[in-house]
């Protein structure tokens, strides 16, 4: 007869996942006022409901399952916003800028901790780890500045997905450090202890057999997703059982974990494959909404889980050495990030705005922190001041990094002489598209022609979207397109298309009877926001476009690029990618700022 669960007992086990379900939904409420990360609330919470605080939860099992499950769940998350598309489109910064942002501050964090005393396999882990930068943090700021798709958006959000999928590499090293102690299986264990005892099995060779492991269960997450999860998901879709869907999904999500744990991987590298594989169905989107409840509540507890093993006490008596070491990270991470970026040919204001972007800590760093080797390996008040400069950083990220637009702007303003003669020193290009006016519907025509290789010029008059632009990495020149002579001599004449980025109804009017004479092979563009203007503009021989879609211009842009002769199966792979961009930057800002919202799921897109 099984053993009776008494009511003592149910209490004793309801009482740990209701007190922090309590004060993780206050946390989120709070910080969400406050506008700080989520993160930095639920790492206060586990201080003040811990041992060092009102004593009302301890570390258990159950507490770390919890932890545990919610970075599995992060991780799958993680998998599915990598696509193969985003991978060979990004393969530049993938190949430069990233690696270099990583290593050289990854890298110089290891040595100091080296440097200090911590053993070097503890001290790489580490290090790299404050390499690394936050998803969901810089993921906000890009989407509250609309700046997701334009050159710096783009490069920080590629350095991210680098990141994402190194941070998987770097905690199978991390937790194969441990592997002579807590009973490490597989390859992971093995590696582990030849790098602590020194033996003579050379590690290139260790690291290069872990490689193809990870590679083989790659190329089986990618076959798994072709062959078994996408039929699925369709005969589920058809069905509409929206409780077998989300059944489901979470048997995927823990039974890829358990596999790939069972091989002596990590239940980490599972569940990004996992994710990986769902991330090339058309039903990636709806996982994602399905997940994200249990996404973001799982991880509030991991964060909450982190901050019940901080050592108060000890973090109070070196409260110098933390805001000292919270200055270091982000002043050491923002200088090293700045050099990265001008390695790889970022102009000077676009790698300043670069480097305060990327400067914050990662939520990853936590995950590194919170495992036994690493625990083991690093003294407690070191530990817990390394804690507490991370979520320093993540708090003060935003500011950071409004500090480090404005002075891209500044840099810009102060070598504007030499950007407003730029007209004049233009090379003509083949047939370029002349973009007016750099407002979000200028620059969505900018990222669209970059992505087909059409040559472009843009101009702006307005000194502020000017500075703006020009620190978001566009190249732009400085100048009143309403004067024909600068046409002529940036190639109107020559120029396959205009796109007006704002509708000024009578400087077109008045110029359009020379346009019209002057260059009559002219293709014009421009969106509008009222029937009046569509008529006005319509009639000046305008192609005109009503604002309706998301993001602004997107219909103008089409048009655009149809009249441009690209082929329609681009176009629409194009329109899929960038709505699809948009969207998840939406995504992740909503989910950083709501991560205890309830969200509801809809099957009818997946049908």
């Keep these: 007869m099984a053993a009776e669960f008494t009511p003592v007992q149910a209490v004793d086990a309801l009482v740990p996942a209701i007190t922090l379900l309590g004060f993780g939904a206050a946390s989120a409420l709070v910080t969400k006022a406050a506008r700080l990360s989520p993160i930095v609330g639920y790492l206060i919470v586990g201080i003040l409901i811990g041992q060092y605080g009102l004593g009302l939860i301890h570390e258990s099992q159950a507490t770390h399952l919890l932890a545990e499950l919610g970075v599995v769940f992060l991780l799958f998350d993680i998998g599915m916003h990598v696509s193969m598309r985003e991978l060979k489109e990004s393969r530049r910064d993938l190949l430069g800028l ?60 590629h350095v991210l997905i680098f990141q994402d999928m190194v941070a998987i590499f770097l905690m199978i090293y991390a937790t194969s450090l441990g592997g002579a102690e807590t009973g490490a299986s597989g390859l992971a264990g093995v590696i582990s202890t030849q790098l602590l005892a020194g033996a ?83 039903y990636r989107h709806e996982v994602q909404t399905e997940m994200a409840p249990f996404r973001s509540l799982l991880l509030s507890f991991f964060f909450i889980s982190v901050g019940l093993s901080i050592d108060v006490p000890a973090l109070m008596r070196n409260l110098p050495l933390v805001l000292l070491a919270a200055g270091g990270l982000i002043g050491f991470k923002t200088a090293l990030g700045f050099a990265a970026a001008r390695l790889n040919g970022w102009s000077v204001p676009g790698a300043t705005q670069m480097a305060f972007l990327l400067a914050q800590g990662s939520e990853f760093t936590l995950v590194v922190l919170s495992l036994g080797a690493i625990v083991t390996g690093m003294p407690g008040p070191l530990m817990s001041s390394v804690v507490a400069a991370v979520a320093l950083s993540l708090a003060i990220a935003p500011v950071w990094a409004d500090l480090g637009a404005r002075l891209s702007r500044e840099i810009v303003r102060r070598t504007q002489s030499r950007t407003e003669a730029a007209p004049a020193s233009t090379p003509l290009l083949d047939r370029p598209v002349i973009i007016v006016g750099m407002t979000q519907t200028g620059r969505l025509a900018v990222d669209a022609l970059e992505d087909h290789g059409i040559p472009y010029i843009a101009t702006e008059f307005d000194p502020d979207r000017l500075l703006s632009a020009v620190a978001d990495g566009y190249r732009v020149s400085f100048g009143d397109a309403s004067n024909l002579k600068l046409i002529e001599a940036i190639g109107g004449n020559q120029a396959r298309a205009m796109v007006l980025g704002f509708p000024r109804y009578e400087v077109s009017q008045e110029v359009t009877p020379v346009v019209m004479r002057r260059f009559p092979d002219l293709k014009r563009f421009v969106t509008v926001d009222s029937a009046e203007d569509m008529e006005r503009f319509s009639n000046l021989g305008v192609r005109t476009h009503f604002a309706m879609g998301e993001p602004r211009g997107i219909e103008m842009v089409i048009d655009m690029l149809n009249a441009l002769g690209v082929p329609e199966d681009e176009v629409s792979a194009w329109l899929s990618h960038e709505t699809e961009r948009f969207a998840i930057g939406e995504a992740k800002a909503d989910e950083d700022e709501d991560d205890l919202d309830p969200v509801e799921p809809d099957l009818d897109q997946a049908a």
């Design 98 to 157: 990233a690696p270099a942002h990583l290593m050289l501050t990854g890298l110089m964090s290891a040595g100091a901790l080296w440097m200090i005393g911590i053993a070097w396999p503890i001290a790489l882990a580490v290090g790299l780890s404050l390499g690394l930068s936050s998803t969901a943090v810089v993921a906000r700021i890009l989407t509250e500045r609309e700046q997701n798709s334009c050159p710096i958006g783009r490069a920080a959000t």
């Design 200 to 282: 003579d099995l050379p590690l290139i060779a260790s690291l290069a057999l872990s490689l193809v492991q990870a590679g083989l269960a790659f190329c089986a997450a990618v076959l798994a997703g072709k062959y078994l999860i996408n039929p699925i998901f369709r005969t589920l879709a058809i069905i509409r059982n929206e409780e077998a869907f989300t059944a489901f999904t979470l048997l995927f999500v823990l039974a890829a974990a358990c596999a790939t744990a069972m091989a002596g991987l990590s239940l980490t590298l599972g569940a990004f494959l996992a994710g990986l594989a769902v991330s090339g169905t058309p």
